[in-house]
């Protein structure tokens, strides 16, 4: 029978160690394309110091191994976000080492060593997305180049290389413009294809596909995109010398194609729904081709086209979010996940409908009664005809109902981006907080994606403005209309664009939440247009305006300029290695708060960058939060939090006391949870 007790104490199996060991990232699922039966993807492992694991599954002998030695790990630092760090062709590998960002090569299953084959010598070289050649007597790739004047963001270099495999030679075959990604060689070994875009655009905002002469890259024609049109994901089909490609000239992320024959575009596939994501990073697969067939998926469907034929059917997934999908035949392999599933490398089969789980980040060691199943809501927003969207999930806990007449808290989550998403996908990082009695509220604003370039667009000019609005107008939705949740006890979370949000809210609308929590969030987006990496450095451009000409909008949205207003409890985490939201950042928001004496702490990392990736160090933000909270909202842990020894070493529990000046002769104190600025060293 389940015992009454107040929201926000419950018992619950799920501790920040099982949050953290459920926070491998599992990502760049790809295949042999002269060796189907071999599938690759990376594991991101806490617990390996955040090392990035090449994994090679049989799906002939269904057996799973590591297939580099632990010195390596499978990362680059291309876009500062990576993406692309990998390929296999006909059992060679090919890869980039987070060590030295040289690119390497190693034939699968050999006793060799893995060989260098670029030559970096020291130089701030960085390579991604890689092609190969079937013949394996050359690859093209990314290229971007830091080693030119001081290597600030305009004067890095972004090229496409080609390397003779024969000789490690290095000649370049497209440069001149600020990106490229995406390069695809043809099936009659006469063309390659790719992408490139230049600022102030973003992948997502627009971009133009090339065709060029693979013996003279000088003869190169532009076959779709603009800077108003984001073309995603060239891939040649198997059957004819036609080129298919994403598009969303018509409000959302479709399927297209292009014929060399006769120059003509064709349309494959439309659907009122994002069939892609923002390309955030390199090397991301939103829809398969394979001898017979191309297959998309959106909206929790596949859809499959014929090449030939052009017939159409769709079919119901058992995963609400698909990435990194490829083809086989009628099997689909792909990075899956739903609100019952941990992501997960999954094999489908389209005939049967059969699911094989390749590899699991985890298994629910607990009944799915502690699992909350989110539902989406569309919420009013402050434009009358406009509304923006939220995943609302409910406490859960077969153990406890809450205390009668009592409504449960809420913590309201911004995603980063901002132009990104939160999906349904099951997230031991929310059921942490809804199996303890709180309410979460996981908001898609007004510009979030997966609803279409119209919606995605309403951001640009806004950034800081209508989506910090959405988050209040989500919050009041759900506490003043639904009247699920209590309005008195509200935390919001999110971030780097998230956090960026969170610090917005308690700034301009400083009576809408009771406390925040910043993980590397944006306070100073004046000092982000002048201080960040090449990929954004002018993303704020559209989202605000460009920079200097609109200086004064940049400090109007800056929250570190309207500290005066705070009044809510503030915990900021930071990496020290963070280059897209450098730590000054976060030591800029502390000292404000600390001057006014707002209840709040800091803690830095060191070792981490932009996304924590230690597990220790993702254990001491997740039980520091839940401290944090407790001590706003003001009720008692039901248990110690867990013991480890970044915790234990610098004792940041550490309450101290302040005295707020007399005012009209009343005397008021208050604590304050304000420890001095801690740096948690990686252990």
């Known amino acids: 029978m389940a015992s009454t007790s107040a929201y926000g104490t419950w018992k619950s199996p799920i501790t920040s160690s099982s949050v953290s060991s459920t926070s491998i990232h599992l990502h760049e699922l790809k295949l042999d394309p002269l060796n189907k039966h071999k599938v690759y993807w990376l594991e991101s492992r806490p617990e390996e110091q955040g090392r990035e694991v090449l994994v090679e599954h049989d799906t002939t002998t269904n057996t799973t191994n590591e297939v580099l030695p632990k010195e390596f790990s499978v990362l680059t630092k291309c876009h500062e976000y990576g993406g692309g760090a990998y390929s296999v062709m006909n059992g060679v590998l090919f890869f980039s080492s987070f060590a030295d960002n040289e690119i390497y090569?190693?034939?699968?299953?050999?006793?060799?060593?893995?060989?260098?084959?670029?030559?970096?010598?020291?130089?701030?070289?960085?390579?991604?997305?890689?092609t190969i050649s079937p013949k394996l007597d050359f690859l093209i790739c990314v290229k971007e180049?830091?080693?030119?004047g001081e290597g600030k963001p305009n004067e890095v270099v972004n090229t496409l290389i080609k390397i003779n495999l024969?000789?490690?030679?290095?000649?370049?075959?497209?440069?001149?413009?600020?990106f490229y990604s995406s390069p695809s060689l043809s099936n009659d070994g006469i063309h390659f294809a790719f992408i490139s875009w230049v600022h102030p655009n973003m992948p997502w905002d627009g971009t133009e596909l090339f065709i060029a002469d693979l013996n003279d890259p000088k003869k190169i024609i532009s076959v779709a995109g603009s800077k108003d049109e984001s073309i995603l994901q060239p891939i040649w089909s198997p059957l004819k010398n036609e080129l298919y490609f994403i598009s969303d000239r018509n409000d959302f992320w479709n399927l297209y194609k292009y014929s060399i024959e006769t120059g003509k575009q064709e349309t494959v596939f439309v659907i009122p729904t994002d069939l892609a994501q923002p390309q955030w990073i390199f090397g991301m697969s939103h829809y398969a081709l394979n001898n017979s067939k191309a297959i998309c998926f959106g909206k929790e469907e596949f859809h499959i086209i014929g090449l030939s034929t052009s017939e159409h059917s769709s079919k119901k997934s058992p995963f609400s979010l698909v990435e990194n999908l490829q083809s086989v035949d009628d099997k689909l392999y792909f990075i899956g996940s739903s609100p019952v599933q941990f992501s997960s490398v999954v094999e489908y089969n389209l005939k049967n409908d059969h699911v094989n789980i390749l590899k699991e980040t985890a298994r629910i060691p607990f009944s799915k009664e502690y699992i909350s199943i989110p539902t989406e809501i569309a919420f009013p927003t402050d434009n009358p005809n406009q509304n923006a969207f939220a995943w609302l999930y409910l406490p859960a806990n077969p153990e406890y109902i809450g205390l009668p007449g009592e409504l449960?808290?809420?913590?309201?989550?911004?995603?980063?981006g901002p132009t990104s998403a939160s999906s349904n996908a099951l997230s031991l990082g929310i059921q942490f907080w809804t199996s303890r009695g709180?309410?979460?509220l996981d908001v898609n604003h007004r510009g979030s994606s997966g609803y279409g370039k119209k919606f995605r667009n309403l951001l640009r000019g806004n950034w800081g403005v209508i989506d910090v609005a959405d988050l209040v107008s989500a919050t009041n939705h759900v506490t003043k209309t639904m009247k699920i949740a209590d309005q008195n006890r509200t935390a919001i979370q999110g971030g780097s664009a998230g956090g960026y949000a969170v610090l917005s809210a308690l700034t301009f609308y400083p009576s809408a939440f009771k406390a925040g929590a910043s993980y590397y969030g944006i306070c100073d987006i004046e000092m982000l247009a002048k201080d960040t990496h090449k990929f954004e450095s002018h993303y704020?451009?559209?989202?605000?305006?460009?920079?200097?000409?609109?200086?004064?909008?940049?400090?109007?949205?800056?929250?570190?300029?309207?500290?005066?207003?705070l009044n809510s409890s503030l915990v900021l985490f930071q990496g020290l290695s963070d280059f897209v939201v450098p730590p000054s950042q976060a030591y800029k928001m502390f000292e404000a708060i600390k001057e006014k004496g707002i209840p709040g702490a800091l803690l830095v990392f060191e070792g981490e960058g932009h996304g924590f990736k230690k597990a220790s160090n993702k254990v001491t933000c997740l039980d520091y939060q839940l401290l944090f909270y407790s001590k706003v909202f003001k009720f008692d842990l039901p248990e110690p939090l867990e013991k480890f020894h970044p915790v234990e070493e610098v004792n940041f529990f550490k309450k101290r006391y302040l005295k707020k000046k007399k005012k009209k002769k009343k005397k008021k104190k208050y604590s304050a949870l304000i420890p001095l600025p801690i740096t948690l060293k990686s252990h």
Do not use: W
């Open 105 to 130: 090569t190693f034939s699968l299953g050999s006793k060799d060593h893995p060989k260098k084959i670029s030559n970096n010598n020291g130089s701030d070289f960085r390579y991604s997305d890689f």
């Open 408 to 416: 449960p808290p809420l913590i309201v989550q911004c995603h980063g």
């Open 166 to 178: 024969l000789d490690n030679s290095v000649s370049t075959v497209a440069q001149g413009r600020d």
């Open 145 to 148: 180049d830091h080693t030119i």
């Open 438 to 440: 709180f309410a979460f």
């Open 540 to 565: 704020t451009d559209l989202l605000i305006g460009p920079y200097p000409e609109a200086k004064d909008v940049y400090m109007k949205r800056s929250p570190i300029h309207f500290t005066s207003n």
